[in-house]
C-alpha cells in the first residue's frame, strides 16, 4: 500500500527568479483534489506548470536519500516537498509506474500522463547549481498526473493501481525524451502509449517534423533574475 505525504502551496516572491509555488507545506486529513489539481495548490506559470495535463506532481521520498549523498553539503535541503511535489510515497518510482497508469486515491482517480522536466528554478531553491542537470541524466524526475475523476483524497488513502495501459515506463519514457540520440521507431512508439500529455505529443510531434532535438539549456539552466 503507497499511502502519500500531501502538500500544497501558494505562489511566492524569491529574491532570484520570477515568483514561484515551489514551497508547499504538508496537508494532513481530506482535500479536495479538483480538475485542476488540489484544493489551495497554485502554480506560477501556466504555460509550464499545471492545467489538466499536469493536475498533480509526484516525486519519490527514495530520490532524497540519493540526493543526500550526491550532494551532502545541502542534505539538509533533501526532504520532501523539497521538489515541490504533491504527493511523495515509497514503493512507487520511475521503474515501476507507467505512462497511461490510473491509480485510484481517496474518492478520485488520476492517470500518469509524463515525466517532471526539470528547470532550473529547482537549482536556486535547492542551492545547487546543476541540479536540474543531474535530476534529468539521472532518471529521477518523478512524474504528472490528470485528474480523471475528482473528489476527496489525503495522506490517510493509499494509491492504488487500477489499469496499466501502455508498456512504457516512466523511466522509458524519461529515456525516450531526454537520454537518446534522436530515434523516430521510439518517438511514435511513445506517441501511442495511452494516457500520454498533450504538451508531450506536441513536442515528439515536433522532433518527427524537424527531425532534430530542442534545445534543453533554456529550462535546465535558465536565466538570471533581472535588477
Given at each position: ?94 521503474q515501476n509506474v507507467f505512462i497511461g497508469d490510473i491509480f485510484r486515491w481517496g474518492e478520485a482517480l488520476i492517470q500518469v500522463t ?52 501502455s508498456d512504457i515506463s516512466v523511466e522509458e519514457a524519461i529515456a525516450i525524451a531526454f537520454h537518446l540520440p534522436y530515434d523516430e ?43
Amino acid at each position: 500500500m503507497h499511502y502519500p505525504q500531501v502538500f500544497i502551496g501558494a505562489i511566492q516572491e524569491h529574491e532570484e527568479m520570477r515568483p514561484t509555488a515551489l514551497i508547499k507545506r504538508a496537508v494532513e486529513g481530506r482535500i479536495l483534489l479538483t480538475p485542476l489539481g488540489l484544493e489551495g495548490d497554485e502554480q506560477a506559470e501556466t504555460r509550464v506548470h499545471g492545467g489538466p495535463d499536469r493536475a498533480l506532481c509526484h516525486f519519490p521520498r527514495e530520490h532524497y536519500a540519493h540526493l543526500r549523498q550526491a550532494f551532502p553539503e545541502r542534505c539538509e535541503h533533501f526532504q520532501p516537498p523539497g521538489f515541490g511535489e504533491n504527493i511523495s510515497t515509497l514503493g512507487l518510482t520511475e521503474q515501476n509506474v507507467f505512462i497511461g497508469d490510473i491509480f485510484r486515491w481517496g474518492e478520485a482517480l488520476i492517470q500518469v500522463t509524463q515525466p517532471r522536466s526539470p528547470c532550473y528554478k529547482i537549482n536556486i531553491h535547492m542551492g545547487v547549481a546543476q541540479l536540474s542537470h543531474h535530476l534529468q541524466q539521472s532518471g529521477r524526475c518523478g512524474w504528472l498526473y490528470r485528474v480523471l475523476s475528482p473528489g476527496y483524497v489525503g495522506d490517510a488513502q493509499p494509491l492504488a493501481l487500477l489499469t496499466r495501459n501502455s508498456d512504457i515506463s516512466v523511466e522509458e519514457a524519461i529515456a525516450i525524451a531526454f537520454h537518446l540520440p534522436y530515434d523516430e521507431e521510439q518517438y511514435r512508439r511513445l506517441l501511442g502509449a495511452a494516457g500520454l500529455a498533450a504538451s508531450w505529443s506536441q513536442k515528439l510531434q515536433a522532433r518527427l517534423e524537424t527531425r532534430r532535438i530542442e534545445d534543453f539549456g533554456p529550462r535546465l539552466d535558465g536565466k538570471p533574475k533581472k535588477a
